[in-house]
T-cell receptor, first 113, second 114 residues
Framework: DQQVKQNSPSLSVQEGRISILNCDYT??????FLWYKKYPAEGPTFLIS?????DKNEDGRFTVFLNKSAKHLSLHIVPSQPGDSAVYFC????????????FGKGTKLSVIP | DAEITQSPRHKITETGRQVTLACHQT?????MFWYRQDLGHGLRLIHY???????NKGEVSDGYSVSRSNTEDLPLTLESAASSQTSVYFC?????????????FGPGTRLLVL
């Protein structure tokens, strides 16, 4: 049973526009959420995170929104740049002494110049 | 600078052979993890360790083993390689108790089992 779901395998956006990547989760014990970015032939790199006590976290062009009641989070990239083209993974941490992350399957973002 | 490295970066082996993938981190992190990435599955946890001599099974541990004899290294062994283990393998680490979430990943090892 997939606990973290990224239902869009791919997304194409024009340069300069907003990219919105979505993630849904099923486990109400998740207390911390992260987004990772992955380029081909490289390891995932941490992008931005949000604690379950917040509903928004912003870092430059990247903003993550958390809707706990809907068990939904989203990553907004504004404005999108060609260098943002990558696979984005949503991940969740379940706390309670665990340091494991549960990852979604990823969304491949293509930013078209 | 502190870092996490994996070796080899590419490996071709034959079915039935034993293969060991190395992971080394210089952050002095207590927690280390091994994942595999396959198309349509994202990142799946194979094994993890929360400290020296501690090892735990993850979601897809069958056919794999790890050992943690020091803080810096967590080698992943495929006891008898199978074609289903063709994948890209990532090692990650994170600080220990009291720290939430963020894991730092190595560059990956691409393994082909023929």
């Amino acid at each position: 049973d997939q606990q973290v779901k990224q239902n869009s395998p791919s997304l194409s956006v024009q340069e300069g526009r907003i990219s919105i990547l979505n993630c849904d989760y099923t486990n109400s014990m998740f207390d911390y959420f992260l987004w990772y970015k992955k380029y081909p032939a490289e390891g995932p790199t941490f992008l931005i995170s949000i604690s379950s006590i917040k509903d928004k976290n912003e870092d430059g062009r990247f903003t993550v929104f958390l809707n706990k009641s809907a068990k939904h989070l989203s990553l907004h990239i504004v404005p999108s740049q060609p260098g943002d083209s990558a696979v984005y993974f949503c991940a969740a941490h379940s706390g309670a002494g665990s340091y494991q992350l549960t990852f979604g399957k990823g969304t491949k973002l293509s930013v078209i110049p | 600078d502190a870092e996490i490295t994996q070796s080899p970066r590419h490996k071709i082996t034959e079915t039935g052979r034993q293969v060991t993938l190395a992971c080394h981190q210089t952050w002095n992190h207590n927690n280390m993890f091994w994942y595999r990435q396959d198309l349509g599955h994202g990142l799946r946890l194979i094994h993890y360790s929360y400290g020296v001599h501690d090892t735990n099974k993850g979601e897809v541990s069958d056919g794999y083993s790890v050992s943690r004899s020091n803080t810096e290294d967590l080698p992943l062994t495929l006891e008898s390689a199978a074609s289903s283990q063709t994948s890209v393998y990532f090692c990650a680490s994170s600080p220990g108790q009291g720290y939430l979430g963020t894991q730092y990943f190595g560059p990956g090892t691409r393994l082909l089992v023929l």
